[in-house]
């Protein structure tokens, strides 16, 4: 509860040396959080998977949160690896959410589906390399750029799945702040990005013939786990487009709104998005994405920068409603991190998309989902549904 | 398995319309899963709750994501309300995540805990009014600032909790851009704001005399679960500042780092973040922040809005270093939401901030939380130890 | 030609410090500036007025820049305080931009003229308190608010026509960033506001009971003279919308363009806008703003600020186009600054707007010819006419 | 006086449809003006040139402005192309803006000059091409890569000075929006990268294989007259950084403020500045950048994006305070536009570089002459002689 007194020995709390991640482990944990916290812990210690499987994710593992997942589908995916019908995990306590997904895939589906496509793929690490003056700076871009051959040969030793694509560079005062963009295979790809650019760094700072006075491996240019202009115009992890043309009367049957009402209401969210300096004109990205991304053991934390969003829509002439929503960072993996948990491997194989080779198929889903949540949203709040809705669904107390 | 022909008949996900929230309904959704997708899902369906538990915050629910959770602790805190030492539970699968808090937590522990303080407190909802040319929204802003008391006792007819603070209006075009504020207790509030804009919004239309052309109870004007500036200038949620003063030799002992070290690369980040246009110019807030949320049942997705941050340091003269993390718009609950459902309740309890009146002591662990994270992510990029500990802690293939 | 040798005396440039606005004075520095740099400044030499006039705008005065000023109009404006037609003075050296502008007015003048309404007058200074901690940031906030009265009056002591409207705050670690808003009559109000807040703070120093590490008069958060979205969204000088509804055969007839397609045009630039992170979803609102302002002898660096814009158009049912500029901090006078100078206070009183009670009159003006030259150059883009215009009218070597 | 009726027929002003750059066509508007606005004009009307010179550079000629310059310096400049001392010529009608120059100047020739450095040299022109779906999008961009050699040689057939360097490609919905980068000689550039990119886009839709719905030469990627984070980041015309290092004790001799006290100062100011959404975390690089611009021939207007920066300082463990200033975006002209004009090429020539040849020198002397701006105001805030000064200098009613 709370009460230790600050002013006493540091309590640290208790861990097996030798191997961490055993029940054993695990219980003296709980053990020590019960006595210190008084809580009980009952559900927090249900779990049905033995504590050595999240060696490589967790460390004084002492249980699991479980989340509600619910299930949204059919959607419909006309993607490049996406091709059919998913039936999506949403891991999330947001009451309304699961069946706001649910109904945009309804409508989506009745339109044909959502046509995604990946347009870019890139994970960078962004040291940065301080000089005496810009001068220096600017000297070394240039040799950078002569020697990225031998860089890349140095990143590369450190990883299978890692290709460094190419080396961006930003200059400030005296300071080189670089982006080293590579492509990660299955893996969403921060740590190996890491690793392969700590040992190009040591070989930049070996070998440069010039004197760096100072080099960060990380600079604020990468903006992990933040989001960032940079990285919606020049993309972290996917960048992916999904999109879908609905007939106008399908608003009007499915959603008791309309695509000219849906319409100038995006002129007018387009206007206070600008107007209020936010990361995303759309709606409410960040949900679907999130739940998919629990389910499925994604890093969570990438939410932030996975929630920026471009939407871009058009009221056709004949009253159809082209919509897209473009996710410039969208940062997921089918292969290490938590995908190989035990509920979390189980969701990617419902999607068809666990190990090796699924990572666009996912990266596409994902954004397709998005687009659902995007229309149903747009549509209830049209239409003034919004709030009754979650009045219906979204009370639990 | 995504095989399905998209041309045949939509198959719903199977409810049942009665009580969707029982074992039995959970059980025919996970059969169906299982059929058509061929995931065996026994560990999504390995939870130890009645479904009925989770009807306000899930439908179509099929089973649970089990996230790890690690302890981490103990946190010195010296808030207002949190007082004292806390073990705070991290569910995430992000290896050296836990360890890297943990660390920080320690470092912070001996130089005599984190200072938190609460700025601001104001959720928000946005409505837009449009009219027939600028000059009637002027017109309509004046009168809404004279008709404030009314418009407030509409809104509050709707909510126990919340209180209408203020309504802040913003002008472009032939709109008025608005923003309820409201304090709204132990909830986060998005949906007692919504109902109560929407109530406040009915009674506008009702008494406004003048012309209003059409009203939008959002217009991307309070940003819900994406990043802003006007969120980050004017909080949403929770306006939390986190402070520590660190003695340079702690770094050293520590951190195997130093004070100067730690100054001088934060100002190139902070270049870095203004160069880039990053929404929090500090390290990775939302890993910390995430892996509380999940575990604590707040509503993950806000991780969009409640990763900005603002890190203000101090090299002092004497080698202290002063550290200050400033959240502008942490969105958090200890009452409502997920808040409720067994593990993530548990977890509040380990805080000893579950339900009412704990929703400030929470906010203040979390921030100081953060600041422990950002103090030894910093150290391991200035003492290069970042990836080394990633490929100790982090692999799991 | 800047060869003297950095290594010799100092050779200041000449001043008479018993009186340097005089011919005398001037012609000094014209021999001086001719025998080190051979320039013959013939042509800057040639002025028409007194040095003495420019006594308060120029120090080490030496001769004038003539820009050549082009008239166009007339301007239709259908204002509160400018109602009628202009003619409107137009200084810059880039060809093309009266012609463009021209033909907009004539486009707006058919289609019954520009409506233009100011809907905030908000001049600052933003001075920032330190504290030991946030803590004491936040009581002095709240200190401040119950003495604003007080503050008030200390500020106003020193202005005639300043007025202080109130104090926004904002926190930032132990920071309190606050905004001094205050009505500046005719005058830009720049120095007025700092001389008035500097009175506030040294008032706030002696009488805050607490301690107050240090303050700063300024603090980046008025950001004069440069853009931010601080003052986009809460104004800085005058808050302005000009909106015209322009017939869609107008659009044929005089522009060789159509409102479809000026609409459709409109949202790609409303989505790259918004990706590129501009500050002026428009055209080129700074080609007219620092074409007026030159001519009117406003602080022409203020066009940092006043090119911030939000467009928001609506291609009506019938074919109709409607658009409106907002521009949210445009910084304009009538009295003081170079207002006054010969050249200047003819072209304001060319648009009856000199001295006393002309400023908002002539902020309606500037606006409704932004709106204008918004309109035309659109126009051209879409008719594809843009590069072939420059040809023709801005060839001059 | 703005009193026509606007009901009636449309007067325009006149024009002498043979030749329009005359003394009698201007005499004749000057005409028209006097008796339709009741202004005298006597001094618009004095200038020193025969209006055929100003062909290219506006229409509708009826006089000039004549804007005040004062002569700062000498200024120290270390650059590549700018070496040794220069007198600047600074027009502008704000008080103390050159006396302040100036005493920056003197402190930073005491300190052995400002060096200075251009980093990257690239004017754009940004048309986007509207595709059926994302997917013929990103076709069309790989298609654009390999057939780089054709659309450059289609670009540069149209101009001698503009050179294609790299088409950047940035993706959202079905639109692929590009950057054509040029170096454009001594000339600012945007209207060759204008007719060249027209020519390049002409030559893309004469030979794409597929189809491209629709172009549009310019969506607001290029943010000409406009800030953007695009351009802070990828530069616009010369990315250039200006640095020095004062000794401690000169800003105490010289500006009776300290190191310590300006790095403190700066810090709050980078906080604010990141808080409050500024381009410019510096002081007030505008004033000095309009002022340069003005007396030069500048096409001022492009303060919008020029008055973009990002300010680098360290306080150097001896109290020597290191000072730079990167200004991403500075777009300037030799050559070209209003460069040629009478007292604008007088003083481009005071400074030795009017013509082909010195926009490069010029770009390096903006830059240097930014930085003495910045130490001069920032000692001045900090020393609390801000306020004063301005009372001194800049009073003129």
């Known amino acids: 509860m709370s009460t230790t007194a600050a002013a006493g020995e540091r309590v640290p709390v208790p861990r097996d040396r030798e191997n961490d991640h055993t029940h054993e482990a695990a219980r003296a944990r709980l053990e020590f959080a019960r006595e210190r916290t008084g809580a009980s812990l009952d559900h927090v210690s249900s779990y049905s998977f033995d504590p050595g499987v999240a060696a490589g994710n967790i460390e004084q593992f002492v249980g699991v949160a479980q989340v509600p997942i619910g299930l949204a589908g059919p959607l419909l995916v006309n993607g490049e690896e996406a091709q059919g019908e998913f039936y999506v995990p949403l891991a999330t306590a947001e009451g309304t959410l699961v069946a706001s997904y649910n109904r945009g895939m309804k409508l989506v589906r009745e339109a044909g589906g959502v046509k995604?496509?990946?347009?870019?793929?890139?994970?960078?690490?962004?040291?940065?390399?301080?000089?005496?003056?810009?001068?220096?700076?600017?000297?070394?871009?240039?040799?950078?750029?002569?020697?990225?051959?031998?860089?890349?040969?140095?990143?590369?030793?450190?990883?299978?799945?890692?290709?460094?694509?190419?080396?961006?560079?930003?200059?400030?005062?005296?300071?080189l702040f670089c982006r080293f963009n590579y492509t990660t295979g299955d893996a969403a790809g921060q740590n190996l990005t890491g690793k392969a650019t700590a040992a190009a760094c040591a070989w930049i700072m070996s070998n440069y013939p010039g004197k760096i006075e100072r080099f960060l491996?990380?600079?604020?240019?990468?903006?992990?786990?933040?989001?960032?202009?940079?990285?919606?115009?020049?993309?972290?992890?996917?960048?992916?487009?999904?999109?879908?043309?609905?007939?106008?009367?399908?608003?009007?049957?499915?959603?008791?709104?309309?695509?000219?009402?849906?319409?100038?209401?995006?002129?007018?969210?387009?206007?206070?998005?600008?107007?209020?300096?936010?990361?995303?004109?759309?709606?409410?990205?960040?949900?679907?994405?999130?739940?998919?991304?629990?389910?499925?053991?994604?890093?969570?934390?990438?939410?932030?920068?996975?929630?920026?969003a471009f939407v871009f829509a058009e009221l056709r002439p004949n009253g159809d409603y082209y919509y897209s929503v473009t996710i410039p960072s969208l940062i997921v993996a089918t292969y290490g991190g938590g995908t190989g948990l035990p509920t979390q491997r189980e969701c990617l194989e419902m999607l068809g998309c666990y190990g090796k080779g699924g990572v666009k198929k996912f990266a596409e889903i994902v954004a397709a989902t998005v687009l659902c949540g995007e229309l149903s949203l747009g549509s209830a709040i049209v239409a003034e549904e919004w709030v009754e809705a979650h009045d219906l669904l979204g009370r639990n107390r």
Chains 1, 2, 3, 4 share one sequence.
């Not at 496509?117 to 950078?144: H, K, V, Y």
């Not at 240019?221 to 609905?246: C, H, P, W, Y």
């Open 217 to 308: 491996l990380e600079s604020n240019f990468a903006t992990d786990k933040k989001s960032s202009q940079v990285n919606m115009l020049r993309t972290r992890g996917k960048r992916v487009v999904a999109e879908a043309t609905i007939p106008g009367e399908l608003f009007e049957k499915v959603m008791r709104s309309s695509s000219e009402r849906l319409f100038q209401a995006r002129q007018v969210s387009n206007l206070g998005g600008f107007m209020s300096g936010v990361n995303n004109n759309g709606a409410h990205s960040a949900n679907g994405i999130t739940a998919v991304f629990i389910a499925t053991g994604q890093d969570v934390a990438n939410v932030a920068e996975s929630s920026a």
């Open 116 to 175: 995604t496509t990946i347009m870019d793929d890139r994970m960078q690490r962004a040291p940065a390399f301080l000089f005496e003056s810009a001068r220096e700076a600017r000297e070394f871009g240039a040799w950078l750029d002569e020697n990225f051959d031998e860089v890349k040969e140095a990143a590369e030793q450190t990883t299978r799945s890692g290709k460094l694509q190419d080396i961006e560079q930003y200059t400030a005062s005296r300071i």
